[in-house]
């Protein structure tokens, strides 16, 4: 082959990798919406309504309860629904339906219908990351060295990207709004901003292509080999959600404003961004699930160190420790999976992971409420959380070599999410 010819190739190839990640970033928007703003963002307009609409701690706490079962539903059902009307359609179709649920969830103070708007985000916020995961999984096929966990890290820090955006808008618009309506407009602004977002990733998708159907005779995946992981992904799943539902309300209770809100939640999502990319090479590196077990060791250092002071540099550095560690906890057991199955088993494998994570969602905003309805408050809630994700941690650090692991037909799970 000629040198100019080779120099083509490789232009050819350096072409093909920037539109790889530039169609990452635009399915990295539905992270952005589902997570940063459906979920996320909840947090930051819990203190308005919690006042507004008189909710006791356990009430604010079931309402990310309800999101979270509505998470496991979705999950549940994310799989079929992909075999059923393909990836790409679910996963835009999914994501829509959270950007609808955003603006109607402006239009009632009524508890139950609270209750039903934050389920519905749940379902169709996994349905969308969990098929905008396996597109992003399909487009790392056959990509390199640490490309497929940095594309990966790419999708999975559109979530912090949301948190970015709605800290840098939410605590402005209600400092800013009479109290009693400042919420009603916090939700229209996260679904006008998710319309937005929502117009670029079905521009993203046109250049994402289906991953392959499952083989009718192998739609079973192994998940007996991943036991640990599961539980510390389960344990992570009640512990990080506990943080993230109510640390803002912890922090106003220290005395924190809306502009040390703001600088927090902001440092918080750009730290989670961040750390996406900072955890590529530890991901990629570490054996077995000691990647895992790290950042999960970093998140629960995070997660303490509110509860030591409630000065401003302790908060900021909770934001960071916090902040550049949870979204690689996605990346870092996602990453497991991509390395230790076949590619037809990736959509399925990311759903069951996705089920026990939101199983333990569903546990972790009641329990931290209910617990910190006691005389401790939020800070006995709040350090119970600290606590589970550094058993997470341990418990990843049993998750066995992927070569090492039996056979596949020796230890099929009869899963099917």
Known sequence: MSSSSTD??????GGVRDRTTATVLGLALGPAVVL???????????????????????????????NAIGYLVGALSSAPLARRFGTRRSFLIALNITVLSLLLTATSADTTILLLLRALAGVTGAIAFITGAGLVARLAAGQIAHKPALLLGIYFAGGGAGIVISGLSIPVLLAHLPAATGWRWGWILLGLIGIVASVLTWLATRQASEPPPQPHHDRHWPARRFVPM?????????????????????????GAGA??????????????????????????????????????????????LPLISHSLPIAMASALLFGGSFLAVVTAVTSVARR??????????????????????????????????????LTMGLGISAGLLIIAGLVALAQRPVDDAQPFHDTVARIEP
């Not at 083509?8 to 190839?13: A, I, V």
């Not at 996320?40 to 309860?65: D, I, K, R, V």
């Not at 546990?363 to 005389?375: K, R």
């Open 8 to 13: 083509q190739t490789q232009s050819g190839d």
């Open 36 to 66: 940063g703003l459906a979920r996320f963002a909840y947090a930051l307009l819990l203190p308005s309504m919690q006042t507004e609409l008189s909710w006791s701690l356990s009430t604010a706490g079931a309402m990310n309860s309800a």
């Open 230 to 254: 599961l539980s510390s992904y389960g344990l992570f799943g009640v512990g990080y959600i506990a943080y993230m539902t109510f640390i803002v309300a912890f922090l106003h209770n220290g």
């Open 259 to 304: 502009t040390e809100i703001t600088l927090f939640w902001g440092l918080l999502g750009a730290t989670s961004i961040i750390g996406a990319f900072f955890w590529v090479r530890p991901i990629s590196a570490l054996a077995r699930a000691r990647g895992l077990a790290v950042i999960l060791a970093t998140l629960a250092v995070g997660a303490i």
């Open 340 to 377: 230790s199955l076949p590619e037809h088993h990736w959509t399925p494998a990311i759903a069951t992971l996705t089920v026990v994570f939101a199983v333990g969602q569903i546990i972790g905003p009641v329990l931290t409420g209910a617990i910190s309805e006691g005389p401790s408050g």
